[in-house]
């Protein structure tokens, strides 16, 4: 029996047709190329270039980056972001999870009144944050002031240099919990429920539910929680650069490497070095972030 042939549509109407949807995204990639492409090549084009005093400003090639692959203050900063992480992402995450499981379990009372309440402090502007933690911090000024005062004792200073980055990891988690509690939550709700009566059927308790079940479902979602955490301990900029007001002496030029290529920019006036700092750091945080997702989807 032969098979009829279905005339292919005519070349202009398949023109046409792909030029709509040229249209439909064309506003998109505009806004995209100005907002995101532009500053990353213009980033890039100023880190080739250095602002000498005699001949102005030049091209020095790869100079600046082998400039900043040497710069003690600039690797300082990436092992406290590296500690930083390594610390307080597993921290924030683990209490994510544990609110978005006990939401989750329907044995929660007032479970709305929680779920809002815990993702509140996400919804404060992160300089407000800041502000607000650095006053409470305060033991001349702030919460841990009027403590030492009225109960007349001594408590660790929050803003003394061993305690700024776990000061700072705290103002974090505060911030960021309720934020990861809804993407686990949100990863919960598409579970079958289904699964969960089979399981109690064959008589396993909460403990291995969440263990062989809700873990596992929502193993994507902790990846992309994990992925987004990285990203945001390496752009720390908000509170070191709003405690240093506070805390000065605690908190350096060269805090973490976002502070660094803003104090190098805004008051050391070297953009240059600046833009090849920050692009070392954007690729330094892509190679993390990626090593993590392949590790985090693998036999996903």
Do not use: C, H
């Not at 779920?115 to 006053?135: D, E, K, T």
């Not at 509170?239 to 502070?259: C, D, G, K």
């Amino acid at each position: 029996m032969a098979v009829p042939q279905v005339a292919a549509p005519p070349r202009a109407t398949r023109t046409r047709r792909s030029y709509k949807g040229w249209q439909f995204v064309g506003p998109f990639m505009i806004v995209f190329a100005l907002v995101f492409l532009a500053p990353i090549v213009y980033s890039i084009y100023l880190s080739l270039y250095r602002n000498r005093l005699i001949g102005g400003n030049s091209f020095v090639g790869l100079d600046n980056y082998t400039q900043a692959l040497q710069d003690p203050n600039f690797w300082s900063g990436v092992g406290r972001v590296a500690l930083f992480l390594v610390v307080q992402v597993p921290i924030m995450l683990f209490l994510a999870l544990l609110v978005a499981l006990a939401l989750d379990s329907g044995r929660l009372y007032g479970k709305s009144f929680f779920r809002v309440s815990i993702f509140l402090p996400y919804a404060v502007p992160a300089v407000v944050a800041a502000l607000m933690w650095g006053f409470i911090y305060g033991s001349q000024f702030g919460l841990i002031g009027n403590l030492n005062d009225a109960l007349g004792i001594t408590l660790p200073d929050p803003l003394r240099p061993s305690l700024i980055l776990a000061s700072i990891g705290n103002i974090n988690t505060w911030e960021y919990v309720g934020y990861n509690m809804l993407i686990f939550y949100s990863a919960l709700q598409v579970v079958p429920r289904s699964l969960y009566e089979s399981a109690a059927i064959d008589g396993a308790g909460q403990f291995r539910i969440i263990r062989s079940i809700k873990l596992p479902a929502i193993r994507g979602a902790l990846v992309i929680a994990t992925i987004f955490s990285i990203i945001g301990s390496f752009q720390l900029f908000n509170e070191p650069a709003i405690l240093r007001n506070l805390a000065p002496n605690a908190i350096t030029t060269y805090f973490t490497p976002n502070f660094y290529a803003y104090s190098l920019t805004f008051a050391g006036q070297q953009i240059n070095y600046s833009a090849a700092v920050a692009v070392v750091m954007a690729v330094l945080t892509m190679v993390v972030a990626y090593v993590v997702q392949l590790r985090g989807t693998k036999d996903l």
